[in-house]
């Protein structure tokens, strides 16, 4: 059957305006918060199989618009296409830094997630701009945030519902995320979208309801976090959002859902219990009853009044002021607020109480918060980040055009850190890519995140101000917190900015060029290109996935399954160094301790700065009754503060050396 009989298109209003039509169109615009809904319960897509997924759906969405709509090729605006540009210079420079890090694998990992990103926004950017698409795209994004939420919350407030596992700090909602700070970003930006649409006059009446009845549900799981970041990115939201998205809508939706999200926050920070290393303890479940009760009522009374306000009508009543008036007016509000705040900052002494927090927030470095969470709001301490970002720009000082390479900045904190605490990532975004990518690296992500930024800021006045001015807020708030945060390892966080970005910087219909309608060998030429472009992604999950059942098999100590998941995971990706760690372990189990160092030799050459392989080298040879000492060194060299390393060099050097030692 023709597939043009199954596939409609929509070219009603203007000639060349061509988009997808019904079921088509509708799963395009819901992509970016379908795939936040599925990181979410992914760990965020912190792990490589999560985001490799999302980039194979998205390349074969590409691959869909190209080879069905109509008119599919769509010159970007300016902004956009530096965006674009930039960015896929990012994803090379991440590739190509294997050359110099000797890691492919996690030069490939990388690359990944950066390219998942620019897939995203290239999907969305070479499309004709459309408001109602992009209204639509910020209903969704909302929608998937509060479902995000709403199952964190009831984790916390209905355990016996929806089960969580224990996690590092468990005081800590991060259900179903596994990370605290990215869900209570991801409530802030999905109460910052809410309030959106809440205010907008271009919205639904019943979406303006419902839009603040879940301001505070997320309030809420936004308490529970006890994020000071997503707290701060929150209020930074909130004053932006009031200087750029003003309008009588608003203020309407600031009275109908602040006061009962502050009440429902108030209830829930009564809450001690839910905030101890224990929340699900049945000694907790009366107070989840009450913070549930005040929820819920709280929801159904910010609907219940904004559905009053609506009646009213005051929102829409015409304005007596000019537009040139009413922007005088906001800006001498704005400013008297302000003139105001600094002298009652001056009268109750802020300038020398900010001093000494700021003191408190260098010296002080891990926040005490083991038997109640709620004490970080009041704890001013760095929580170690001083220390990580001091290390990012020592590295980068070392290696300052081209980085460490990709991916190789916990391997940098092992070498370096001040302190015995481990950590993976540099919690600050534009510091850790200094750090593995040197200012090359720097300089072309700066250059994709200003552009799309800057290029939303550009468009802000005009009839679609209110969902420009959500969407430049958000973007501001995310693009904060990466650089005190990891956000950028969680996509759920930041594959939306991406998607909306693009979608809002495409160039609307009779801006520029028309869309381009190819005809069909160019057409099958790239759709083949975008189609090559899922082959290392999915084999990167096809990889990892493998690789996950050979660590639980091993676990289970069942090593014959493990073998064969590793031998399956390094067929898929032979360049990764995870699959040969398992082989040698397993080895040593089967007792073929000379396999077991070949296969650690073969793990070593892939991520030869990788103190753990250096480690386990040395473990296999003891166990080949082979030197151990020089690999134990080496290890010891690449990470001097674990004890393993230590107790390892210090065992093998003094022990006699067995008269079996071949080298």
């Keep these: ?380 301490g760095n929580n170690g980040r001083i220390d990580y970002w001091e290390v990012s720009v020592d590295a980068w000082r070392e290696e300052s055009l081209r980085g460490a390479g990709a991916g190789g900045w916990q391997f940098l904190w092992a070498r370096n850190r001040p302190g015995p605490a481990d950590a993976i990532n540099g919690h600050s975004l534009y510091l850790e890519v200094l750090a593995e990518l040197g200012i090359v690296g720097g300089l072309l992500l700066a250059g994709a995140i200003l552009a799309l930024i800057a290029g939303m800021a550009r468009r802000l006045p005009g009839p679609e101000r209110p969902v420009f001015a959500a969407l430049l807020v958000m973007s501001v708030a995310l693009a904060l917190h990466a650089g005190i945060d990891w956000d950028w390892e969680m996509p759920v966080v930041a594959l939306w900015f991406f998607a909306l970005a693009g979608a809002a910087l495409a160039r609307a219909d009779g801006e520029g060029p028309p869309p381009v309608s190819p005809a069909r060998l160019p057409r099958v030429v790239i759709g083949l290109a975008c189609m090559a472009l899922a082959v290392t992604p999915a084999l990167l999950f096809l990889s990892q996935r493998q690789l996950n059942r050979s660590v639980e098999a091993f676990k289970r100590g069942d090593c014959g399954e493990a073998i064969d998941a590793a031998l399956a995971s390094t067929s898929a990706l032979p360049v990764r160094h995870e699959p040969f760690e398992v082989l040698a372990y397993c080895d040593v189990r089967a007792g073929k301790p000379a396999l077991a160092v070949r296969m650690m030799n073969e793990a070593v050459e892939r991520d030869p700065e990788d103190w753990r392989l250096r480690y386990g080298l040395a473990l296999v040879r003891g166990a080949a009754e082979l030197d151990p000492r020089a690999e134990a060194r080496k290890a010891l060299r690449l990470n001097p503060r674990s004890s393993l390393t230590r107790s390892a060099a210090r065992r093998f050097a003094g022990s006699s050396a067995p008269r079996t030692w071949r080298r």
Excluded at 60 to 73: A, D, F, G, S
Excluded at 163 to 185: D, E, F
Aim: glycine letters at 8%; a positive charge.
């Design 1 to 380: 059957m023709d597939i043009s009989s199954r596939v409609r298109f929509d070219t009603p209003d203007r000639p060349g305006k061509s988009r997808f039509a019904g079921p088509a169109r509708g799963l395009l615009l819901a992509a970016p918060a379908a795939s936040t809904v599925y990181l979410a319960f992914n760990a965020g897509g912190y792990f490589v199989d999560g985001t490799a997924a999302v980039a194979v759906a998205l390349a074969l969405l590409l691959v869909l618009r190209v080879t069905l709509e109509e008119r599919p090729l769509g010159r970007p605006s300016a902004f956009a296409a530096v965006a674009i540009l930039c960015l896929t210079g990012f994803a090379v420079w991440t590739l190509i830094s294997g050359l110099w890090s000797d890691s492919w694998g996690r030069a490939i990992a990388e690359f990944s997630r950066v390219l998942t990103y620019l897939l995203a926004l290239v999907l969305f950017a070479t499309r004709a701009r459309s408001p109602r698409d992009l209204r639509m795209m910020l209903r969704w994004f909302a929608l998937a945030a509060v479902v995000v939420c709403g199952v964190a919350l009831a984790s916390r407030l209905l355990p016996d519902l929806v089960h969580s596992r224990p996690n590092l700090a468990n005081s800590r909602l991060s259900y179903p995320i596994t990370y605290w700070n990215a869900l209570g970003l991801l409530g802030v930006l999905g109460t910052t979208a809410c309030l959106h649409l809440a205010s907008s006059a271009r919205e639904p009446r019943t979406l303006r309801v419902l839009g603040a009845a879940a301001i505070p549900l997320l309030s809420v799981t936004v308490y529970f976090t006890f994020s000071r970041g997503a707290l701060l990115a929150g209020v930074i939201a909130l004053l932006l959002f009031l200087m750029l998205g003003w309008s009588r809508g608003l203020l309407v939706a600031l009275v109908s859902s602040a006061p009962a999200a502050t009440v429902a926050v108030v209830a829930a920070y009564g809450a001690e219990q839910l905030a101890s290393r224990n929340p699900t303890a049945p000694a907790a479940s009366s107070q989840a009853d009450r913070v549930l009760a005040a929820t819920l009522l709280a929801m159904g009374g910010a609907a219940a009044l904004r559905a009053v306000l609506l009646s009213l009508g005051w929102e829409n009543a015409p304005s007596r002021l000019s537009a040139r008036a009413r922007r005088r007016t906001v800006i001498l509000a704005a400013g008297l607020v302000g003139v105001a705040l600094v002298a009652g900052a001056f009268a109750l002494d802020a300038p020398a109480k900010l001093e000494r927090q700021y003191d408190r927030f260098v010296e002080g470095s891990r926040v005490g918060s083991r038997h109640d969470a709620r004490s970080r709001f009041t704890d001013p």
